[in-house]
């Protein structure tokens, strides 16, 4: 059971190139999640997932595309990269319960550098 | 949205010592808080979570007390130990799927 996995774990980027950020998960939870940490801002939102073929948006929504076409995987997509976003990403998942996310469990991260 | 605030941004207590941690929330109709640990260079894990049907909830050294009226909530670390250096997030969510976190606090135990 490996849980969350990410990769890559490093990336360095030019502005205006694409890339995604891979995120998996083997514990068949139903919700997934992007965020991205920042230093003295804790951890944003991005997009999240309550199943497969159902996405919404976050908090911090825009240059960034997902989509949900398993259970198992979230990828996340910058269209165009810019240098605001740089960070690190992190992945979650959890459970589904009465309406509501239960515990997350996140993965080990992706640093990303755009120059 | 949610607006979770968090105090202080860095502690720093002797071994042995307690910690306390603060955070307030502006969304009434939150109902989850939980407190998560981050390592250096590792994803933030859950440590303890309280529901709004709970006033206060002890895990081992750790405890979270919720004051729904106040809409603040603390994280509780007694007899602290070097393994528990780390930085702490608290975060808050209603039913709509959505976790707001805090801005993070740094804490640092000396021996």
């Known amino acids: 059971n490996a849980g969350v996995t990410q990769t890559p774990k490093f990336q360095v980027l030019k502005t205006g190139q694409s890339m995604t950020l891979q995120c998996a998960q083997d514990?068949?939870?139903?919700?997934m999640s992007w965020y991205r940490q920042d230093p003295g801002m804790g951890l944003r939102l991005i997009h999240y997932?309550?199943?497969?073929?159902?996405?919404d948006q976050g908090e911090v929504p825009n240059g960034y595309n997902v989509s949900r076409s398993t259970t198992e995987d979230f990828p996340l997509r910058l269209l165009s990269a810019a240098p605001s976003q740089t960070s690190v990403y992190f992945c979650?998942?959890?459970?589904?319960?009465?309406?509501?996310?239960?515990?997350?469990?996140f993965g080990p991260g992706t640093r990303l550098l755009v120059l | 949205g949610e607006n979770v605030e968090q105090h202080p941004s860095t502690l720093s207590v002797q071994e042995g010592d307690s910690a306390v941690i603060k955070c307030t929330y502006s969304?009434?109709?939150?109902?989850?808080f939980p407190w998560y640990k981050q390592e250096l260079g590792k994803g933030p894990q859950l440590i303890i979570d309280?529901?709004?049907?709970?006033g206060e909830k002890k895990d081992q050294r750790i405890a979270v007390t919720l004051n729904k009226t106040a809409k603040h909530f603390s994280l509780h670390i007694t007899e602290t130990q070097p393994e528990d250096s780390a930085v702490y997030f608290c975060?808050?969510?209603?039913?709509?799927?959505?976790?707001?976190f805090g801005a993070g606090t740094t804490v640092t135990v000396r021996a």
């Open positions: 997932s309550v199943g497969a073929g159902i996405t």
């Open positions: 514990m068949n939870h139903e919700y």
């Open positions: 309280i529901r709004s049907n709970v």
């Open positions: 975060a808050a969510s209603s039913n709509d799927y959505k976790l707001s």
């Open positions: 969304d009434s109709a939150s109902n989850y």
């Open positions: 979650a998942s959890s459970d589904i319960a009465g309406g509501r996310v239960e515990t997350q469990y």
